[in-house]
């Protein structure tokens, strides 16, 4: 029955992710901020359908952003956050370029137009920050995972990379703080990805638990007030640090 289900799954993903990448081709044509801003909004979509292919059942608390635009943060735990925050707001998405190897995810992470980030080099990461600002100045969420790296989720948060946090403070944008946590029950494999642990045997295990159960909680919007950027970081970690524990 597993097998079935995880077959099924695989090739619900593909054909779903295929209609989704047909439904955006006319934004990816357009180009520009207005055809981004439409790209997010079907990725949104995109993940809606994965979640319901999956499983993954997302519940929300706090009060979600009104906000035009910002700079969502959260802890991070596992790939499947991609699908647990995208499903939940209209986001532009920042990974890391090594992504873009990663198999079937990579290449849809490319086609909702993502801010690829670059560490190993200092002229990207700067055009990495005015990408950054202008996103989110153009009315967009943005969502970061400051940590740098996933983690178990059960030993708290790690100190966040400052970085990202300029990109708020110099266009004077809104931060929003997120907690994002995962049930698991006895004797199911973890959705958490961390660690030394290899990506397609863990997918492999991930598509054939019955259901996922996500918690997201929307914590108070955070001003950037002029903060200089490492004391805002570690401002933001330490409230989200709290509630998470």
């Known amino acids: 029955m597993s097998l079935f289900l995880r077959l099924y799954r695989i090739t619900a993903i593909i054909?779903?992710?295929?209609?989704?990448?047909?439904?955006?081709?006319?934004?990816?044509?357009?180009g520009g901020w207005k055809g981004i801003k439409n790209i997010s909004r079907f990725t949104c979509l995109w993940n809606k359908g994965i979640a319901k292919i999956i499983g993954l059942h997302v519940k929300i608390s706090g009060k979600i952003?009104?906000?035009?635009?910002?700079?969502?943060?959260?802890?991070?735990?596992?790939?499947?956050?991609?699908?647990?925050?995208?499903?939940?707001?209209?986001?532009?998405?920042s990974p890391k370029s090594d992504i873009l190897k990663w198999p079937v995810l990579g290449w849809y992470?490319?086609?909702?137009?993502?801010?690829?980030?670059?560490?190993?080099?200092?002229?990207?990461?700067?055009?990495?920050?005015?990408?950054?600002?202008?996103?989110?100045?153009?009315g967009m969420y943005l969502i970061v995972y400051p940590e740098g790296?996933?983690?178990?989720?059960?030993?708290?948060?790690l100190p966040f990379k400052?970085?990202?946090?300029?990109?708020?403070?110099?266009?004077?944008?809104?931060?929003?703080?997120?907690?994002?946590?995962?049930?698991?029950?006895?004797?199911?494999?973890?959705?958490?990805?961390y660690g030394d642990m290899t990506l397609l045997p863990h997918v492999w295990q991930m598509l054939k638990l019955p259901s996922i159960e996500a918690e997201v909680k929307f914590l108070p919007i955070i001003l950037p007030d002029r903060k200089p950027r490492k004391e805002l970081a570690s401002y933001v970690h330490d409230m989200m640090e709290r509630e998470y524990a």
């Open 149 to 157: 790296t996933s983690t178990d989720g059960k030993s708290g948060i």
């Open 65 to 93: 952003p009104d906000v035009p635009g910002g700079l969502v943060v959260s802890n991070h735990i596992s790939y499947i956050d991609i699908v647990t925050h995208g499903s939940t707001l209209p986001l532009r998405y």
């Open 162 to 193: 400052s970085t990202s946090f300029e990109a708020a403070i110099t266009g004077n944008i809104p931060i929003i703080p997120v907690i994002t946590r995962y049930k698991q029950r006895p004797g199911e494999p973890t959705v958490a990805w």
């Open 109 to 138: 992470m490319g086609l909702s137009r993502p801010i690829w980030t670059n560490r190993r080099s200092k002229k990207a990461s700067r055009k990495t920050l005015r990408d950054f600002t202008k996103t989110m100045k153009k």
């Open 15 to 30: 054909l779903w992710s295929a209609i989704a990448a047909l439904l955006t081709l006319p934004y990816q044509l357009i």
